[in-house]
């Protein structure tokens, strides 16, 4: 009987993985295309952020003086309404002189009149004392009602204002998202996936962050 051989058996070859070439072929350049991609979209992004928070402030001061505005404008227009009263029941005291043929008393009451009723009242007695009396003429200008139209034109240009850095603002926040979505399409690209599909999502991710930069240059900016 033979003896048995001790030798040990040789072992097997290890196994080899074989990495399909256009694996690690392509994968370096999309890793470099899509890390330029999340720079500059990281930037870009941070930049609408900061312009959306410029026009935030923008239109907050913007509606702030268009309220201090009518503020003023409502102010300006109560010294009118009060100067108009004034006027109105020294020009009563003046008819009911006049018609009762008190041409002394008339008199007197009229040295009373205000300066700017004074101006109306010359100008309508100059036409003829037509109806329907001085107030009614072009002449009559209460102190406050100019000060309040134009109040009033400031505010309303400025809410206008207002409503203009309220969208604006909103643009900005819009290409926010546009661009967030092309971080998520360049992140996506960069996982373990075939090399066509990681090439059309940077594609499309191009696509869009163009598209979002050439809107970015037709927005206004602040500094």
């Not at 003429?137 to 400025?158: C, D, I, K, N, Q």
């Not at 909103?170 to 690209?189: G, Q």
């Not at 499309?204 to 240059?217: D, E, K, R, T």
Request: net charge negative; with cysteine.
């Amino acid at each position: 009987m033979s003896e048995a051989s001790t030798e040990p058996a040789p072992a097997a070859p290890a196994a080899t993985t074989t990495v399909p070439v256009s694996r690690w072929r392509h994968r370096p350049f999309i890793e470099i295309v899509a890390v330029a991609m999340l720079s500059v979209t990281a930037i870009l992004t941070a930049w609408c952020g900061f312009q959306s928070a410029k026009w935030s402030g923008e239109r907050a001061i913007a509606f702030a003086e268009a309220s201090a505005a009518r503020v003023e404008a409502s102010d300006a227009d109560s010294q009118a309404r009060e100067a108009r009263v004034v006027d109105l029941i020294i020009y009563a005291e003046w008819v009911t002189a006049t018609a009762q043929g008190d041409t002394a008393l008339a008199d007197q009451i009229e040295a009373r009149f205000t300066p700017h009723f004074t101006i109306a009242f010359d100008a309508w007695q100059a036409g003829g004392d037509v109806e329907p009396g001085p107030f009614a003429m072009a002449e009559y200008v209460p102190p406050g009602t100019e000060e309040s139209a134009e109040l009033t034109a400031v505010a309303e240009r400025r809410f206008a204002e207002a409503l203009e850095d309220t969208e604006r603002g909103d643009n900005y926040s819009l290409l926010t998202v546009l661009f967030a979505l092309v971080l998520f399409l360049t992140a996506m690209a960069q996982r373990d996936i075939h090399h066509v599909a990681a090439w059309m999502m940077l594609g499309l991710a191009g696509v869009i962050a163009l598209s979002g930069f050439v809107v970015l240059l037709t927005f206004p900016m602040r500094f």
